[in-house]
């Protein structure tokens, strides 16, 4: 694999007490509601050789039932058929995210011994079917950035765990390429800390993400509880309009905060934005920046004698618009962000999917039509349909 697309992990996925209803499940996952294999088709002839297909582990977890549990299993095997039929590779990304008012999230999965132990049942049961799949176009990612272990003063956690959860996914799927991540949200720096030795499995492909520098990529984000939901109409790269331009729009930013922000959260907000603001006042400083964690990951590999071809930048991107929000980000920033991305990794010879297809961080004209915008296509080498 060498240029890939994340597909979308939901777009209108409902709640879980309707997770067993008909039209709900039909189709698994989500986005295939809308989709034809054209439109895979049309990922393959724009240049992309595989695809990350994100799977959501809550709903084989959560209130479960073996029916269902057996009805998502059959769909998976069925979509990755169809990904195939389009001339795609593909990772199958056991895809849990962090949330507080599920029952199964990234938080609870890691926090309950219990709860893990029935994950890495569902692994097993996942992997058990991918092994019927081609191994030379089918991987498995049985987890998706674990959110510990950021701390360095604590002793970390993940090790064990990813043990764990390598030997389920191994056993169960004996001849399909694994992708294997560090913690801290399957940072470079999180990938620093794993010996590999601990794995001792030359059939593993190891992976990290970056969204460096997040100040400019995740601009009005709502969920990321901190001021970017405030943030919008930074340019990529920064002195795109000049350094006076620039700090116009940091002011516009900082009053936007003083006027809408929480009250009580107001000082803290300012504070927040102001330390991250400084880090990026200039071209130089972003891609300084922007190419840490490729050094990281490039010196860990050397380390260990990973060779680039089995070191994956799994996840990048740059926001669109965020959903309910006016402000779009023009393709020409995302696009130019997007080439510096692709270009650090093809310049360690790492391989790379990009976040993604659809939703907030989609790299399409829109979400309906699925149309890949072709300014887009241009920034990440690839062939405008």
Known sequence: MKQGLNLDLWTTWPGPERWDEDAVLAKFPEWRQDT?????????????????????????????????????????IE???????AG?????????????????????????????ARYLDAVARVGTALSTTDPATTAFEPFNEPVIDC????????????????????????????????????????????DPALIADENVIWTFHSYEPYILTHQGADWTGDSMSYVEGLPYPPDLMGEEAF??????????????????????????????AGGVMSYKQVLTMLNEPFDNAEAWGKKHNIPPERIFLGEFGMIRQEYRKEFRMPSPWRATYLKDMTDAAQQRGFPWSVWSWGGAFGITLDDDKRILDPVILKGLGLKPQ
């Open 36 to 76: 034809s294999i054209d439109n895979l088709k049309d990922i393959r002839a724009a240049g992309f050789d595989f695809v990350r297909m994100p799977i959501d582990p809550a709903i084989f977890l959560e209130d479960a039932s073996g029916k269902r549990v057996t009805r998502l299993i059959a769909a998976t």
């Open 79 to 85: 979509t990755v058929d169809m990904i195939h039929e």
């Open 88 to 116: 795609l590779k593909v990772i199958v990304d056991f895809h849990s995210i962090p949330s507080d008012v599920r029952k199964v999230g990234t938080n609870q999965v890691l926090a309950d011994n219990d709860l893990f």
């Open 151 to 194: 701390d360095p003063t604590l002793f970390p956690k993940w090790p064990s765990l990813l043990k764990r959860l390598h030997a389920a996914a191994r056993k169960a799927a004996p001849n399909h390429t694994l992708v294997l991540s560090g913690s801290c949200w399957s940072s470079a720096y999180g990938l620093a800390k794993i």
């Open 247 to 276: 700090d116009e729009r940091l002011a516009a930013v900082r009053k936007t905060i003083e006027t809408n922000a929480p009250e009580e959260r107001r000082e803290e907000l300012l504070t927040g934005f102001n330390e991250i």
